[in-house]
């Protein structure tokens, strides 16, 4: 069985810092990875995925994330932290020898104090 | 282009009370999922469509919870009889193919009393 953690429920960071969010996996083929966002009162939306090819993806609103494939691990980063950045954080594996099924991570929220 | 529209975006029923939500994915996504996401925790598949087909439901609660996908455009979810730990956001989301983004719709927020 698939599964995500994301090992902290809550990050704090002071704007113009970098941040970094953890996402560690576990599955059985090759993972496909993804982050995703949620802004208060807002939808999931989509942020980077990992398919194949360089291990730092580069994503919407200045993200990133470095895939490890020895540690398992797709941590979100971002150089300089803004205030508007401050939103729930989900990481996401899919196992495309699974017929694409998806699996969340209990999300991490980021908030960014100026 | 529009994004994947659901309906109601809340509802509050008694348990035992049965209930329906309504999704419309993008236009011309062939995948559609139905998730159940629980205060304080990630979105969990409930179903998975590709066209009208089922791909995956694991994790529906069968006895009680159904979904279908005519024609491989709009889906309903329905939960027949609800209970209380039905309360949750029940987001739909659709992409398109089975290993692309998803895009989500806002949700909807049921209660169940």
């Known amino acids: 069985a698939q599964s995500v953690a994301q090992p902290e429920d809550q990050v704090n960071v002071a704007e113009g810092n970098p941040l970094t969010v953890k996402c560690t996996y576990s599955?059985?083929?090759?993972?496909?990875l993804f982050w995703y966002v949620q802004y208060p009162n807002r939808g999931l939306q989509f942020l980077l995925k990992?398919?194949?090819?360089?291990?730092l993806v580069k994503g919407s609103y200045g993200f990133e994330a470095e895939f490890n494939k020895s540690q398992t691990s797709f941590h979100l980063k971002k150089p300089s932290a803004l205030v508007s950045d401050s939103a729930l954080y989900f990481c996401?594996?899919?196992?495309?020898?699974?017929?694409?099924?998806?699996?969340f991570g209990d999300g991490t929220t980021l908030t960014v104090k100026p | 282009e529009a994004g994947v529209a659901q309906s109601p975006r809340y509802k509050i029923i008694e348990k035992r009370q049965s209930v329906a939500f309504w999704c419309n994915p993008i236009?011309?996504?062939?995948?559609l999922y139905w998730y159940q996401q629980i205060l304080g925790q990630g979105p969990k598949l409930l179903i998975q469509?590709?066209?009208?087909?089922?791909?995956?439901d694991s994790q529906l609660p069968k006895d009680r919870f159904s979904a279908e996908r005519l024609k491989g455009v709009d889906s309903t979810l329905k939960i027949q009889p609800a209970k209380l730990e039905d309360s949750a956001v029940y987001l739909c989301?659709?992409?398109?193919?089975?290993?692309?983004?998803?895009?989500f719709g806002s949700g909807t927020q049921l209660s169940v009393l």
């Open positions: 236009s011309g996504h062939a995948t």
């Open positions: 989301a659709s992409s398109l193919g089975a290993n692309e983004k998803l895009f």
């Open positions: 990992y398919i194949t090819g360089d291990n």
């Open positions: 599955v059985s083929g090759n993972p496909y």
């Open positions: 469509f590709q066209n009208n087909g089922v791909v995956d």
């Open positions: 996401a594996v899919r196992d495309y020898t699974n017929a694409g099924k998806s699996t």
